[in-house]
Structure formats: structure tokens, C-alpha cells
């Protein structure tokens, strides 16, 4: 089995900054791009941030220039810095990543999601 969790989440004013983390465990061959995944009341989750194994990032357009995806694979941990915080950015942010695992001798791939950490941003 494997776990994410996440950790970091919080109550902070506008303007302030927050720093996620999210370590991957459990039986883990390697792990390719993990992802950071938001979610406000009432609408639907999307991506905030994607990094791959090797460190290359994708921002959607919205997110770029505030938030920072970053990785240590030794860890298996992802982190994400976001700065300049606003109402609107408040949300439940989960942790995503493409675990590779042996089964049966084959690698195999899986995506694993996290339990979530709330993030809350007041003005």
C-alpha cells in the first residue's frame, strides 16, 4: 500500500505565505511527476502545480508568478511554496502523485492522491 500525506496547511492573513508538504510511503519502486490539486466550496478540483521526476515544472497560467513546486526524491516528498496569498486562494489542497510499484515481478503504476490539508487565506 501507499500513502500520501500531506501536511502544512493553515489559517494566514492575505498577503502571507504557506508551505506544503506531502510524503509519499509504503511498498515504492519510484515515483514519477507529483502534482499539487486544489478544491474551493462548490467547485470543482483543479491543478495548481506539476512537477516531474527529474524536476521540470508546469504552472497553469492562473498559478504562475505566487506558487512553487518543488521535490526531493530521496524523500519522496513534494513541496509547494505559495506566497502572496488571497481569499480566493483558499481551498482543500491535495497532494497527487504516479507511484510506480513491482507487482508480480512488472513495474506498475498507480496514482495516488492525499488526504487533503486546508488551506484558508483571510482578507
Known amino acids: 500500500q501507499v500513502q500520501l500525506v500531506e501536511s502544512g496547511g493553515g489559517l494566514v492573513q492575505a498577503g502571507g505565505s504557506l508551505r506544503l508538504s506531502c510524503a509519499a510511503s509504503?511498498?515504492?519502486?519510484?515515483?514519477?511527476?507529483m502534482g499539487w490539486y486544489r478544491q474551493a466550496p462548490g467547485k470543482q478540483r483543479e491543478l495548481v502545480a506539476v512537477?516531474?521526476?527529474?524536476?521540470?515544472?508546469n504552472y497553469p497560467d492562473s498559478m504562475k508568478g505566487r506558487f512553487t513546486i518543488s521535490r526531493d526524491n530521496a524523500k519522496n516528498t513534494v513541496y509547494l511554496q505559495m506566497n502572496s496569498l488571497k481569499p480566493e486562494d483558499t481551498a482543500v489542497h491535495y497532494c497527487?502523485?504516479?507511484?510506480?510499484?513491482?507487482?508480480?515481478?512488472?513495474?506498475?503504476?498507480?496514482?495516488?492522491w492525499g488526504q487533503g490539508t486546508q488551506v484558508t487565506v483571510s482578507s
Open positions: 497527487n502523485a504516479e507511484i510506480i510499484r513491482v507487482v508480480a515481478g512488472q513495474p506498475a503504476h498507480f496514482g495516488s
Open positions: 509504503g511498498s515504492i519502486f519510484s515515483i514519477n511527476a
Open positions: 512537477i516531474t521526476r527529474g524536476g521540470s515544472t
